[in-house]
């Protein structure tokens, strides 16, 4: 009889409830994880957004030939060369067209930023929203406040769980300024 091993029927409910509570344990962290996914899928993509745009705005900087006065913590106006055969149009000149001067404008609200290009702040041009997300229009920063040539870009972007914020934030000079010694 000794050579008939098994197990006891106390034996076989404690492992059974045993692999129940596991098993309910790994189902609790599954359906959580799918459900949390929609939401960090989001906020992914809004802070590789994000990224692109201050990409595009300090690209654009660089480029840049002098800042207009006044400007603020939500708005900045340069004039920069552009390769459109107008200021604000989307048709491209020939390669041997020179570019053209237009004024450059971003202003961000509390939760949207914008840009124009146009001929100057009397027709700044069609303004088109380029990005939506943020928590603060506190997002441009001209140094020195004098004759400013650098711009400092900050987007604050709001935590879906409320705990904190995310900060990016780049700079760029004016690399085509005409600076004044």
Request: net charge positive; glycine share 8%; aromatic share 6%.
């Amino acid at each position: 009889m000794r050579a008939e091993g098994g197990y006891t029927l106390v034996e076989l409910l404690v492992a059974s409830t045993m692999g129940v509570i596991v098993m309910g344990a790994v189902a609790m962290l599954v359906i959580s994880a799918v459900r949390d996914q929609p939401k960090i899928s989001k906020q992914a993509q809004n802070i590789t957004t994000a990224r692109w745009v201050l990409e595009r705005m300090t690209r654009e900087l660089r480029g840049g030939i002098a800042l207009k006065q006044p400007t603020s913590a939500s708005k900045v106006s340069f004039e920069a060369y552009v390769r459109h055969t107008t200021c604000g149009g989307s048709v491209q000149p020939s390669s041997t067209a020179p570019p053209i001067v237009c004024l450059i404008t971003y202003e961000c609200s509390s939760t949207a930023c914008f840009r124009s290009e146009g001929v100057s702040t009397l027709a700044p041009g069609t303004t088109q929203q380029i990005f939506s997300g943020i928590d603060s229009s506190q997002v441009f920063e001209a140094v020195p406040a004098a004759k400013p040539t650098y711009v400092k870009v900050t987007l604050r972007l709001p935590n879906p769980s409320g705990i904190g914020a995310l900060t990016i934030s780049d700079g760029a000079s004016l690399r085509n300024a005409t600076l004044g010694y």
